[in-house]
């Protein structure tokens, strides 16, 4: 798909996968909307070619308002959707049982905000003129390898993308008709502040962990797997993991 002259949505977009595929878009011309909380975005530096727009990814009319910030000169044909959280907590711990609260969250952050925005962006998307082949756009999620491998403290997390996972291909058959399709992409770990804030030993045992490269993946790796997918107009209803092999051990 060619991205010449669009627009594009990412969510989680002030911070890791988001703001690196925010910048990676930008810088390919393609006129970007950022959507994050609030207070994400209170102090952020303006990127070129990216416009932040403060949106609850779980709050339906937020996102919707934020849509109809898409320029009409420029059609929304990708969204990214990178916004979530990673709570890690043991079902049974010295502090109590696992919080119904905190899991009731995840699933609403992570996978209602989702499905919430890849709703409302392909009502958008479907509303635009197809290219020659049929196309009018892609969405593209962001699972976890915690997904297959969720780890110890992750049950939470790992429902929430196993979720994911599970709508990408019903998504992608739901809206073939319009010519959108629905990948996701299933990251293993990726040094994004939220991973890196754990300290270099922790990050440099993580790193060892990965058969090759035995390195964390970098943010960039992502955002340019997301520029592959759209590319690639035959890749649809799939979810792709990007982890050097890795699979996560228990703990
Ligand atoms: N970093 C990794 O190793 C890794 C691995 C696998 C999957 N992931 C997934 O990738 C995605 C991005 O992770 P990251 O590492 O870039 O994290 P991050 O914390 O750096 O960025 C996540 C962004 O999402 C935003 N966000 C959170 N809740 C939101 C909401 N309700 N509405 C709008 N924005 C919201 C945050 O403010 C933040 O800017 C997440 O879904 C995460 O689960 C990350």
Same mark, same amino acid.
């Given at each position: 798909?060619?991205?010449?002259?669009?627009? @594009?949505?990412?969510?989680?977009?002030?911070?890791?996968? &988001? @703001?690196?595929?925010?910048? $990676?878009?930008? %810088?390919?011309?393609?006129?970007?909307?950022?959507?994050?909380?609030?207070?994400?975005?209170?102090?952020? $530096?303006?990127?070129?070619?990216?416009? +932040?727009? *403060?949106?609850? !990814?779980?709050?339906?009319?937020?996102? *919707?308002? $934020?849509?109809?910030?898409?320029?009409?000169?420029?059609?929304?044909?990708? !969204?990214?959707?990178? %916004?979530?959280?990673?709570?890690?907590?043991?079902?049974?711990?010295?502090?109590?049982?696992?919080?119904?609260?905190?899991?009731?969250?995840?699933?609403? !952050?992570?996978?209602? &905000?989702?499905?919430?925005?890849?709703?409302?962006?392909?009502?958008?998307?479907?509303?635009?003129?197809?290219?020659?082949?049929?196309?009018?756009?892609?969405?593209?999620?962001?699972?976890?390898?915690?997904?297959?491998?969720?780890?110890?403290?992750?049950? *939470? +997390?790992?429902?929430?993308?196993?979720?994911?996972?599970?709508?990408?291909?019903?998504?992608?058959?739901?809206?073939?008709?319009?010519?959108?399709?629905?990948?996701?992409?299933?990251?293993?770990?990726?040094?994004?502040?939220?991973?890196?804030?754990?300290?270099?030993?922790? !990050?440099?045992?993580?790193?060892?962990?990965?058969?090759?490269?035995?390195?964390? $993946?970098?943010?960039?790796?992502?955002?340019?797997?997301?520029?592959?997918?759209?590319?690639?107009?035959?890749?649809?209803?799939?979810?792709?993991?990007?982890?050097?092999?890795?699979?996560?051990?228990?703990?």
């Amino acid at each position: 798909m060619d991205l010449t002259h669009s627009s @594009a949505v990412v969510t989680g977009a002030a911070s890791g996968l &988001g @703001a690196a595929t925010a910048h $990676a878009l930008a %810088a390919r011309g393609v006129r970007v909307l950022g959507l994050d909380l609030p207070a994400q975005l209170e102090d952020i $530096a303006p990127a070129p070619g990216v416009e +932040y727009v *403060a949106a609850d !990814v779980t709050d339906e009319a937020l996102v *919707a308002a $934020a849509l109809e910030r898409v320029p009409t000169e420029a059609p929304l044909r990708l !969204v990214v959707n990178c %916004a979530g959280i990673a709570p890690a907590r043991r079902l049974l711990s010295s502090k109590g049982v696992h919080d119904l609260a905190t899991f009731r969250r995840t699933i609403e !952050v992570n996978l209602v &905000g989702t499905f919430n925005v890849l709703r409302l962006a392909a009502e958008v998307i479907a509303r635009t003129e197809p290219d020659a082949d049929g196309q009018r756009g892609l969405i593209v999620n962001t699972a976890s390898v915690a997904a297959y491998e969720g780890q110890i403290g992750q049950t *939470a +997390y790992a429902a929430s993308k196993g979720a994911i996972v599970g709508l990408t291909l019903p998504a992608a058959r739901d809206l073939a008709r319009h010519g959108i399709r629905v990948n996701t992409i299933a990251p293993g770990i990726v040094a994004t502040p939220l991973l890196t804030a754990l300290g270099p030993q922790v !990050v440099d045992s993580l790193a060892a962990s990965v058969p090759f490269p035995p390195r964390l $993946a970098r943010p960039d790796e992502y955002a340019q797997l997301v520029l592959m997918l759209a590319e690639h107009d035959y890749l649809n209803g799939e979810t792709i993991r990007m982890d050097g092999a890795l699979r996560m051990a228990p703990q």
